[in-house]
């Protein structure tokens, strides 16, 4: 956080950040009391479940369960935080409970022979977790459904596999800033495919279009975009603030990852022992922070695997991006503003093998 003076060979005094459990010339530690940095809890969860299916002819199904479950939960801050009087303590320590519930139906009928259609409905209360599976209080439990129908073959004796579904799911993420489930909603359509042409070749591909969206029209605590001078100097992150809109982004679409994907695979037996696969993994651009100030462009990248396999032993060559294609990743898009952006791995190899006994 722009401690360090770059401009010396050696790491200075004033670039030391003392933290956790090291002691400053109090004698106290620096293990924080922010928001869930350091929390102790305890979950105990009892639960009855059910399950079954009624069948309807020889082609329809349906799938039902349930759960009923009281979730007891206590917490605080632990005894290893020196900088917390006993008030601010007390006042963090909390003991409570939760009624969880879950009902969930899938319907399973074969219109034609190999061809079947399905569908899913599971409605509920669900914990969601801080780091480590922390609970923080109420806030820790979040409503959540799924909703999903769609259409799988297996077809031409087993070697012709699809599927094609659609869903619609309200779930959370846990924010250890805000101590808060950030609830979520997603609507997406996902096709996949595996087909053997011939016995020694197997093609595997897959489309996905995943629309996911923040059900809040504020943002949690977290950094706010700043000029270039501002990215230079604070990295992003010493100007964070709590109720932060998102005027350009009014639908609250959830950044950091992209909203279509596809991926084509194919594995060869060409004999003798030989085997090769690879294909492209494609994604298209996507704003990676929640004001759409920062887009990440679509890129594809190139697998390729090389295997000899023996009676007792064999040796692999995995190549991870062929083409040595330049790319970008991102990583959380709420709190950091967009600012945890880093080039993708260039062209990497591994060479494995084993043996048989």
Request: hydrophobic share 40%; proline share 4%.
């Amino acid at each position: 956080f722009s401690r360090r003076d770059l401009s010396r060979d050696a790491i200075s005094a004033n670039s030391v950040v003392i933290a956790g459990g090291q002691t400053g010339p109090d004698s106290l530690n620096f293990w924080s009391s922010f928001g869930t940095a350091s929390l102790d809890s305890e979950l105990t969860q009892a639960a009855a479940y059910v399950s079954g299916a009624f069948g309807l002819g020889k082609r329809f199904t349906l799938y039902y369960g349930g759960r009923l479950e009281e979730a007891f939960y206590n917490g605080g801050l632990p005894s290893e935080l020196d900088r917390v009087d006993a008030a601010a303590r007390e006042e963090a320590a909390f003991d409570d409970d939760e009624f969880l519930w879950q009902l969930n139906l899938n319907p399973h009928f074969e219109i034609l022979p190999g061809i079947y259609l399905y569908g899913a409905a599971q409605i509920g209360k669900a914990l969601a977790p801080g780091d480590g599976g922390t609970v923080s209080g109420p806030d820790s439990f979040t409503d959540a459904e799924l909703f999903e129908a769609g259409i799988k073959t297996s077809l031409l004796d087993g070697n012709l596999y699809s599927s094609l579904s659609v869903y619609h799911w309200d779930q959370a993420t846990f924010s250890t800033r805000d101590a808060s489930a950030r609830p979520l909603r997603a609507k997406g359509l996902e096709w996949e495919l595996t087909w053997s042409p011939i016995e020694s070749l197997t093609l595997m591909g897959a489309f996905t279009a995943q629309r996911v969206n923040l059900r809040t029209d504020v943002l949690g605590f977290g950094a706010i975009p700043q000029d270039e001078e501002g990215w230079a100097l604070n990295g992003g992150i010493l100007n964070a603030a709590s109720g932060r809109s998102a005027p350009d982004n009014p639908d609250m679409v959830f950044a950091g990852m992209p909203e279509l994907s596809a991926h084509l695979y194919a594995a060869w037996d060409i004999g003798h022992g030989f085997q090769v696969s690879g294909g492209p993994l494609w994604r298209d651009g996507y704003f990676h922070d929640m004001q759409n100030t920062l887009r990440i462009p679509s890129y594809v990248l190139w697998t390729a695997q090389l295997r000899y396999d023996a009676e007792t032993w064999w040796v692999r060559l995995h190549i991870e991006n062929l083409l040595d294609e330049d790319y970008w990743i991102g990583q959380e898009p709420v709190f950091s503003a967009g600012t945890l952006i880093l080039q993708g791995s260039g062209r990497r190899y591994q060479l494995s093998a084993g043996w048989r006994f």
